[in-house]
């Protein structure tokens, strides 16, 4: 398992995530929403460690995470961040078995066994890039960037996928694609992913709970019929939405109400 509990970080003298508490289970998928500045990507990135606390503690199966080397979480604990930085010509093939670097012995270029190749090509696979795996990561269009940025996550074979935005510019069509690819993840091998994401009627289609934060904190934590009500979307994100039943799916949908 691996929980915050009662996380604070500040940058100097501002909070950004105030007194959080949150345990992401095996299989399970939990979406992170809220307006921007909300403190989302800080919660995330403090997840494997990165961010220096101001109180409380990241527990990694109920141990401090401190208390573990950085090649050991990141074998847990794979961690996207919101616009990775991809500029460096490395074909999506290299890129993908970056992921495999906590598992290598040194630093350094064709460090890969035949185990890292193999995992990386399953990944290639999955995500649908392995016809693409010669071709440059900046030569990629933004939804085959993403799959592969994606790729490179599961390709750790971490427990827990940290995503920051993973669909943020997706059509529909691969915005769905990526988030199946999250859900496979977690139903076939018990995975924990917890997404941050701006489109709340998808986080109501693939999201087992809701964590809606507000100036750091957390404003509910529940089933996403628990956290998409229009009382509390309207007071959180201050615009008046509809909220009712998707006429199929039966999951909470989200409309804004526009008033002249
Ligand atoms: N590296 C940083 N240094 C100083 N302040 C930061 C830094 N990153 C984020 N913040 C501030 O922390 C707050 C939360 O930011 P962030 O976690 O990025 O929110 P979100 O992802 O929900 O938009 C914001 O007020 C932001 O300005
Ligand atoms: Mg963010």
Known sequence: MLEARDLTISYDDRIAVSDVTLTLTPGEITALVGPNGAGKSTLLRSLNGQVPRTSGAVLLDGQPIEKYNRRTIGRRVAVVAQEAELRFPVT????????????G??????????????????VLAETELHELSGRLMNE???GERQRAVLARALATEAA??????PTANLDLSHQATLL???????????????????????????????????????V??????????????NQVFNVEVLVDAHPITGAPRVTPIRRN
């Open 92 to 103: 999506v093939l290299e890129f993908v078995l970056g992921g495999r670097f906590a598992w």
């Open 160 to 165: 827990f996928l940290l995503l920051d935005e």
């Open 140 to 142: 990629l269009s933004g």
């Open 180 to 218: 199946n690819l999250v859900r496979k993840r977690c139903d076939m091998r018990q995975a924990s992913s917890l997404v941050v994401t701006h489109d709340l009627n998808l986080t109501a289609q693939f999201a087992d709970r809701i964590l809606l934060m507000r100036d750091g904190k957390v």
């Open 220 to 233: 509910r934590l529940g089933k996403p019929e628990e956290v998409l009500t229009a009382e509390l979307l």
């Open 105 to 122: 012995p040194s630093s350094g270029w064709g460090w890969e066994t035949e185990q890292d190749l193999r995992v990386a090509a399953a």
